[in-house]
């Protein structure tokens, strides 16, 4: 049972900036792929980006060319850089193991709010 707190959430303007970590209790790159998701109120929670154990990324297509997701094995640490922010990325910001599309983890933490002013 690996666990993820994430950090670095914060209210910004519009085409501002943020960046999240995601500290994860043990080693667990070497087996799954993790992933940052998202939820805004009232909305289903989506996956943003994810990076694999070898190290292969993917978007979304709504924050390709504007996020990254990258780690640091030796602390344990995924971060999501977030550049020129919407107001559509206000959202609960989460990290966890990914699986696969269709199948998701069943336990999540309490993310890290990200609020974009227009």
């Known amino acids: 049972q690996v666990q993820f707190v994430e950090s670095g959430g914060g209210l910004v303007q519009a085409g501002g900036s943020l960046r999240l970590s995601c500290a994860a209790s043990g080693s667990t790159f070497s087996i799954n792929a993790i992933g940052w998701y998202r939820q805004a109120p009232g909305k289903q929670r989506d996956l943003v980006a994810r990076i694999s154990p070898g190290g292969t990324t993917d978007y979304a297509d709504s924050v390709k060319g504007r996020f990254t997701i990258s780690r640091d094995t030796a602390k344990n640490t995924v971060y999501l850089q977030m550049n020129s922010l919407k107001p559509e990325d206000t959202a609960v910001y989460y990290c966890?193991?990914?699986?696969?599309?269709?199948?998701?983890?069943?336990?999540w933490g309490q993310g890290t709010q990200v609020t974009v002013s227009s």
């Open positions: 966890n193991t990914y699986i696969s599309r269709r199948v998701w983890p069943s336990y």
